[in-house]
């Protein structure tokens, strides 16, 4: 009686060579004010992203508040606190080949630079896109009513208006999502990735 062949196991090369194709991870910020559009243009891009085999996790700042930064206030160290966390959890996925997908205020330079030297520490890739919608248009858009809270008295500290918002001076894009659609936003994001590689 003859054995039965076995049939060779795939090799470890051509799992290496899939894995690689799609696992190259990074974190994508997007800071910009309230209603600028980051989070429309986030889940735009991990649409596309997705749908070519990319792992990506977009890391909502209301999300993050409620589960992971409960608690915290919106004084500058709460803030602060508030995006070193967000920036530890972005770096980790990255870190695993994760697109991280970040569309959350972080209205303070020293916060948002402190989260790029972790990623550069660790050597792993991140890209700062600031959404330049102008406050004018961000109040008209309103998507969560802060603006008029605001302007009724019902609210305080709302960044860009009563409390300060500190654009970048140098990001790796500006988007002006008030002159163009919100697939074009997610496009220039896209192609920067995929200049860099990451896309």
Same mark, same amino acid.
């Given at each position: 009686?003859?054995?039965?062949?076995? @049939?060779?196991?795939? @090799? !470890?090369? @051509? !799992?290496?060579?899939? +894995?690689?194709?799609?696992? @190259?991870?990074?974190?994508?910020?997007?800071?910009?004010?309230?209603?600028?559009?980051?989070?429309?243009?986030?889940?735009?891009?991990?649409?596309?992203?997705?749908?070519?085999?990319?792992?990506?996790?977009?890391?909502?700042?209301?999300?993050?508040? +409620?589960?992971?930064?409960?608690?915290?206030?919106?004084?500058?160290?709460?803030?602060?606190?508030?995006?070193?966390?967000?920036?530890?959890?972005?770096? #980790?996925?990255?870190?695993?080949?994760?697109?991280?997908?970040?569309?959350?205020?972080?209205?303070?330079?020293?916060?948002?630079?402190? /989260?790029?030297?972790?990623? !550069?520490?660790?050597?792993?890739?991140?890209?700062?896109?600031?959404?330049?919608?102008?406050?004018?248009?961000?109040?008209?858009?309103?998507?969560?009513?802060?603006?008029?809270?605001?302007?009724?008295?019902?609210?305080?500290?709302?960044?860009? /208006?009563?409390?300060?918002? +500190?654009?970048? +001076?140098?990001?790796? #894009?500006?988007?002006?999502?008030?002159?163009?659609?919100?697939?074009?936003?997610?496009? =220039?994001?896209?192609? #920067?990735? =995929?200049?860099?590689? #990451?896309?």
């Amino acid at each position: 009686m003859r054995a039965a062949r076995m @049939t060779p196991p795939q @090799t !470890q090369t @051509t !799992q290496t060579i899939q +894995e690689t194709d799609v696992t @190259t991870g990074a974190t994508v910020w997007l800071t910009g004010l309230p209603s600028a559009g980051k989070t429309t243009i986030a889940h735009e891009l991990a649409g596309r992203l997705r749908a070519e085999g990319h792992r990506v996790e977009v890391l909502d700042g209301d999300e993050i508040r +409620e589960f992971l930064s409960a608690g915290l206030g919106f004084s500058r160290e709460d803030r602060h606190t508030n995006v070193q966390r967000i920036g530890f959890v972005a770096e #980790l996925l990255a870190r695993n080949g994760v697109l991280a997908l970040v569309p959350v205020i972080a209205p303070y330079q020293d916060s948002r630079e402190a /989260v790029r030297k972790r990623h !550069q520490a660790n050597g792993t890739a991140y890209v700062e896109i600031h959404v330049a919608t102008p406050v004018e248009v961000c109040s008209e858009r309103d998507v969560k009513g802060l603006y008029a809270k605001q302007a009724a008295g019902e609210l305080k500290g709302l960044t860009g /208006v009563d409390d300060p918002y +500190e654009a970048p +001076e140098s990001p790796d #894009l500006r988007i002006e999502s008030q002159n163009q659609t919100v697939q074009e936003s997610a496009a =220039s994001v896209y192609a #920067l990735l =995929s200049e860099r590689g #990451l896309a």
